[in-house]
């Protein structure tokens, strides 16, 4: 009587198991989203892009992108 009311013989320990990963994607996406949020807050403005000072590179490196 006790095996039907909890489902099938067995079963206890993959149900924990489940369990068990439900809440640790729980606790990870509250942490991520916690320390999204914090970031987000507190993260000073983005500089625009500024080149840098004297132009191009100077020397004979060339860059080569290509087969």
């Known amino acids: 009587m006790g095996e039907a009311a909890s489902g099938r013989p067995g079963r206890e320990p993959v149900?924990?198991?489940?369990?068990?990963?439900?809440?640790m994607?729980?606790?990870?996406?509250?942490?991520?989203?916690?320390?999204?949020?914090?970031?987000r807050e507190s993260a000073p403005p983005v500089p625009a892009y500024q080149?840098?000072?004297g132009g191009e590179r100077e020397g004979e490196f060339e860059l080569f992108i290509g087969s």
């Open 15 to 23: 149900r924990k198991r489940n369990l068990l990963l439900i809440a």
């Open 51 to 53: 080149p840098p000072e």
């Open 25 to 39: 994607m729980a606790a990870g996406t509250a942490t991520f989203l916690f320390a999204f949020l914090r970031r």
